[in-house]
């Protein structure tokens, strides 16, 4: 039999694209049980904008997204079990913790907002204005060290820290206000004055660590929306609530797992479980 290649006229079948797998904070919120609009209020009252906020400058989003992944799928599966209405975690405020996940995947997502890229530009300004405020600072007041050691150790104690945007204003102030004391000294101050060293840059250095001082503390320092920022402290938050459920739950020799906490996360789901204070 001969083909003809007529067969290459017929229609093709779509073909089929996988869609990508769900994340388990978005599967389980189809599994765990739904929330009344009056048990949610309950859960979401336990901390307020402000206190979410304070903890959402401490992490990235994307690092609290992969820790409440880890731990929805491990709690989930300690909750399926029979025993689970021992441990002090309910099923519906893992529920909660699914429902935030989701939200925070969205808003991650989603587009940068113009507020946010503001603050960004603002942020990465001030800082680069910071750092070469602080370097001219120091690499002048090493000249007016001499063979003073007291001196010379003060100034290694004020300069230290360069990494961070806190640590370089923390540097500036403390080097600003060194330079200062200096300055009292009537031969320092003329050699000071000779190095550039002098009332303008006092003012300069101040005027830099304010700035960059108040870009960390908007919301979008770290470049992320308001909105997501407040909701990553919120799911922060409930994450440290999971962890001390589970913390008394193996306490009492209950058998649930451990709740392992990623690198990046260490920092503030501290092994140490004295208990969650308000900040």
């Known amino acids: 039999m001969v083909f003809t290649g007529a067969d290459s006229n017929l229609p093709r079948m779509p073909r089929r694209t996988r869609e990508a797998p769900q994340s388990a904070a978005k599967r389980l919120s189809k599994q765990l049980p739904k929330l009344s609009p009056l048990l949610r209020e309950g859960f979401k009252s336990m901390w307020t904008d402000k206190q979410c906020d304070a903890w959402a400058r401490r992490t990235k989003a994307n690092d609290v997204l992969h820790q409440a992944h880890d731990w929805l799928t491990v709690a989930a599966g300690a909750l399926a079990r029979e025993d689970h209405q021992d441990v002090p975690y309910s099923k519906q405020r893992l529920a909660w913790?699914?429902?935030?996940t989701v939200r925070l995947e969205e808003e991650i997502a989603g587009t940068p907002k113009p507020e946010?890229?503001?603050?960004?530009?603002a942020r990465d300004a001030a800082l680069d204005e910071s750092k070469q405020v602080r370097a001219r600072l120091h690499s002048r007041m090493v000249l007016l060290v001499g063979g003073d050691e007291e001196r010379g150790?003060?100034?290694?104690?004020a300069n230290k820290g360069s990494r961070t945007p806190a640590e370089v204003t923390a540097a500036l102030t403390h080097l600003r206000e060194l330079l200062i004391r200096w300055r009292r000294d009537a031969r320092l101050r003329v050699l000071a004055d000779e190095l550039g060293l002098d009332e303008s840059l006092l003012v300069r250095a101040e005027e830099s660590a304010r700035?960059?001082?108040?870009?960390?503390l908007h919301p979008a320092a770290e470049g992320e929306s308001p909105s997501v920022s407040r909701t990553e402290g919120?799911?922060?938050?409930e994450l440290r609530a999971l962890q001390l459920a589970f913390a008394a739950a193996r306490e009492e020799k209950l058998d649930v797992p451990a709740l392992k906490v990623r690198p990046a996360m260490k920092s503030i789901l501290s092994a140490r479980l004295e208990g969650d204070v308000a900040e």
Do not use: G, N, Q
Request: proline share 0%; glycine share 0%.
């Open 153 to 157: 150790a003060a100034l290694a104690i």
């Open 116 to 121: 946010v890229v503001a603050a960004r530009l």
């Open 97 to 100: 913790l699914a429902e935030l």
């Open 234 to 237: 919120r799911v922060l938050r």
């Open 211 to 216: 700035l960059l001082r108040d870009s960390e």
